[in-house]
């Protein structure tokens, strides 16, 4: 088997506070494969986008990595020096950030933001050839070159998230990490820059981490997904195989909460209650004041993560034994 | 080029307005200031004077309207009347040399407070804290909390006449003439340091506070973390990304402060004897100079209207969301 171009070990993030510590992340360990799509689902605050930050070293204060690792290709990005680490962001791992809104500079050009990026990193030897470069990259996300002396704010919702992906797809990286890119955007532009993320995902098979808390897109797109919960990871299984045998009652509760995208006839629920502040999680599971069917382990001991199979591993005493 | 018209025609029509209060205020009030001059001085004036200072101040027997016109009508052609301090020099030229050392001194002070105070603020906000974060603000905010005046004149008694380092008044060597010669400009420097240096130290504290707490909001921003990810330079992060978009709200502050200055430089022109704008509005007002303290009241005015007209033209180069529809 080929080895992981990605491999987060027990990476915890922590926000510092006046009252101590508030752990965002605890324990955390996924592997991605090279040009594997691999999706991260959980509801808001359960950690997915601090994850996504922490693997870039991007967290602002007061969070700060607690302890763990993020081997990238062999490497661990945490202990690098500010000098290596600054290569490696954008030329092997790029991002698409949540908000199309605020990802942009608003004082400097849409062509502007592209070619600093490519002079960052050498990959444009005149500021002439930057600009075709920049130009090129806005053809692919199907934007017409004219918009690179735009500023951000002349640009609408779905045209600056398209923008956002060409900067990312601009030193054709190995990984790229999508934030929730369609968060700001209705359905019919959602649906559009997905399709389109996929297409270019096929045509240059760079890695994807793509997180949402929309779980039939990212069932539709992923090959492998990722559900969090309260700050840790509870089920990972093969997209195919989540749908149709989730084993944790969260994910179960998860699946039954988006319609199926073949017109199942299932009934909707949403998972009653809130997620527990992250402050003072429950003893035991942290789901277990929300689960239907906890019994009095639950309660008292934290579940592990246990394989249930080659790619399926889930979280939960009940199906742990 | 629009917007920028546009204001202008704002500013052009409060001008307007100032100058019409300026105009009715002191004949709103009771009496005129020609008989309560004259009222003053007991009897040493001579009853042909009375005529005089009415005619100075523009009341004439005309009617209201009538005086109006022509009171706008100097106004254009810069001419503000007679000084009764300095009788019989012209208001105007009184407030150009005034305006001209004011410019010079408040100027400077604020624009080296202004871009000290900012660099501060995004040095304190990059190294959050560091000791420029720990130490700097509250340092500057005690010193900026003193009475502006007693700082001045702690400093004037210790560099000036303790050590001696700087002069003690004035803008230049008495026994220097005015003109483009190494020796004034060197004078004129050394006479400037003080008052610009205790401006300085008073106001840089605001300067760097209000940097720094936009730059730090601004470091948490989107684009600054997807800057950082891109892998740019520091350096470029910073000032490109984050300096740049804090700027923006010190910048209006600057404006406004710019346009203060030229009428608030008064305790720092008065401690220092320096013969600006607002050594000459204290003698006005103690001489009951009103042709001057009305001149010099409405070159404030302007200076502050004028100064937010840059202001906004400095806004609509530096901030592209200003700059639709123009």
């Avoid at chain 1, 508030?22 to 991260?40: I, K, Q, T, W, Y």
């Avoid at chain 1, 149709?244 to 988006?258: E, I, K, S, V």
């Avoid at chain 2, 560091?130 to 001045?152: E, K, R």
């Avoid at chain 2, 520091?234 to 030229?262: C, D, E, H, I, Q």
């Amino acid at each position: 088997m080929a080895e992981p171009i990605l491999s987060i070990r027990d990476l915890s993030v922590d926000y510092v506070s006046a009252d101590g510590p508030v752990r965002a992340l605890d324990h955390v360990s996924l592997d991605l494969m090279p040009g594997e799509v691999v999706g991260v689902a959980g509801e808001s605050g359960c950690g997915k986008s601090t994850m996504a930050q922490a693997i870039l070293r991007i967290l602002p204060p007061p969070a700060v990595i607690s302890g763990g690792q993020v081997l990238f290709e062999g490497r661990d990005l945490l202990a690098m020096d500010e000098g290596a680490l600054r290569r490696m962001r954008w030329e092997r791992i790029a991002m698409v950030f949540q908000s199309a809104m605020d990802a942009l500079n608003p004082v400097l050009t849409v062509g502007e933001q592209i070619a600093d990026t490519l002079r960052a990193h050498g990959a444009a030897p005149s500021g002439r050839a930057a600009r075709a470069r920049a130009a090129e990259l806005l053809g692919t996300v199907g934007i017409h070159a004219d918009r690179l002396e735009s500023f951000p704010h002349q640009l609408s919702g779905g045209m600056r998230q398209r923008v956002g992906i060409a900067i990312a797809l601009a030193l054709d990286p190995a990984l790229v990490i999508l934030d929730e890119p369609t968060t700001a955007l209705d359905v019919i532009v959602e649906r559009e820059i997905l399709e389109e993320i996929q297409e270019l995902q096929r045509k240059r098979g760079f890695a994807v981490m793509f997180i949402t808390h929309d779980l039939t897109r990212m069932l539709q797109f992923a090959n492998r997904v990722a559900i969090f919960y309260a700050a840790r990871l509870v089920e990972v299984a093969p997209a195919g195989e989540l749908r149709m045998a989730a084993r944790h009652p969260y994910t179960q509760g998860l699946l039954r909460a988006f319609p199926s995208v073949h017109g199942g006839d299932v009934d909707l629920s949403s998972i009653p209650g809130s997620p527990p502040s992250l402050r003072s999680p429950p003893r035991g599971c942290r789901f277990h004041p929300r689960c239907a069917v906890a019994v009095d382990l639950c309660r008292e001991r934290e579940p592990e993560l246990v394989a249930l199979g080659p790619a399926h591993a889930a979280a939960c005493h009940l199906v742990t034994g | 080029m629009r917007f920028i018209l546009q204001r202008l025609g704002f500013y052009l029509l409060a001008a307007w307005a100032a100058l019409t209060l300026n105009f009715f205020l002191p004949r709103l009030m009771p009496g005129d200031p020609a008989t309560a001059l004259f009222a003053r001085f007991r009897g040493q004036l001579r009853p042909e004077a009375m005529q005089a200072l009415r005619e100075a101040f523009g009341l004439t027997p005309e009617p209201l309207l009538g005086q109006y016109i022509t009171y706008l009508g100097h106004v254009l052609r810069g001419d503000f009347g007679v000084s009764v301090a300095y009788f019989p020099s012209p208001v105007s030229t009184i407030i150009g040399t005034g305006l001209l050392w004011t410019m010079f001194l408040a100027g400077t002070a604020v624009a080296v407070s202004f871009v000290l105070g900012t660099l501060l603020g995004v040095a304190a906000a990059w190294w959050r804290g560091g000791w420029m974060d720990t130490l700097l603000p509250p340092a500057l905010a005690l010193l900026g909390a003193f009475p502006y005046f007693w700082l001045a004149m702690v400093a004037l008694y210790v560099f000036g006449f303790q050590l001696a380092w700087f002069p003690l008044g004035h803008a230049y060597a008495d026994d220097l003439t005015p003109g483009m010669n190494l020796p004034f400009l060197a004078s004129v420097l050394r006479h400037a340091a003080l008052p610009v240096g205790t401006v300085v130290v008073a106001t840089l504290g605001g300067w760097m506070l209000s940097m720094r707490n936009t730059m730090v909001s601004v470091l948490g921003s989107d684009y600054v973390n997807l800057a950082r990810a891109k892998g740019l330079p520091p350096s470029r992060v910073v000032l490109r990304y984050a300096a740049r978009n804090a700027l923006l709200p010190s910048v209006t502050g600057f404006g406004m402060a710019l346009g203060f200055v030229l009428g608030g430089s008064l305790l720092t022109e008065i401690v220092f004897s320096y013969p600006g704008q607002g050594y000459l509005l204290l003698q006005a007002v103690q001489s009951q100079d009103y042709p001057l303290m009305q001149g010099i009241f409405l070159v404030i005015t302007l200076a502050v209207l004028g100064a937010n007209w840059l202001v906004d033209i400095a806004y609509l180069w530096l901030d592209p969301r200003t700059r639709e529809g123009s």
